[in-house]
Nanobody, 117 residues
Framework: QVQLVESGGGLVQAGGSLRLSCVAS????????VGWYRQAPGKQRELVAR???????NYKDSVKGRFTISRDNAKNTVYLQMNSLKPEDTAVYYC???????????WGQGTQVTVSS
């Protein structure tokens, strides 16, 4: 049974930083593509950042230079370091592990990030 446990969300002022963590169990993490997505009220869920098993990354344009995704395979953990946060970054952030072209992957429960202006 795959479990993803996210943490690190919270309330922060604009310009501040947060680091999200997602710990995975029940999956061969080191071979998995891992991503962070977010969903703001009334909007569709969107990809924020993704990292492959080989360490290649890609980011949503609006977070490039501010967010950094990383992984620690020994701890089955993926991180999202978020700096220079803006009010428009406010959303529920979800961890996704194991997505392929035929499988949407496993989802965490989400963690709320709120950026005040």
């Amino acid at each position: 049974q795959v479990q993803l446990v996210e943490s690190g969300g919270g309330l922060v002022q604009a310009g501040g930083s947060l680091r999200l963590s997602c710990v995975a169990s029940g999956i061969i993490f080191r071979f998995s593509i891992v991503g962070w997505y977010r969903q703001a009220p009334g909007k569709q869920r969107e990809l924020v950042a993704r990292i492959t098993s080989g360490g290649s990354t890609n980011y949503k344009d609006s977070v490039k230079g501010r967010f950094t995704i990383s992984r620690d395979n020994a701890k089955n953990t993926v991180y999202l370091q978020m700096n220079s946060l803006k009010p428009e970054d406010t959303a529920v952030y979800y961890c996704n592990v194991g997505a392929t072209i035929t499988f949407t992957g496993y989802w965490g429960q989400g963690t709320q990030v709120t950026v005040s202006s």
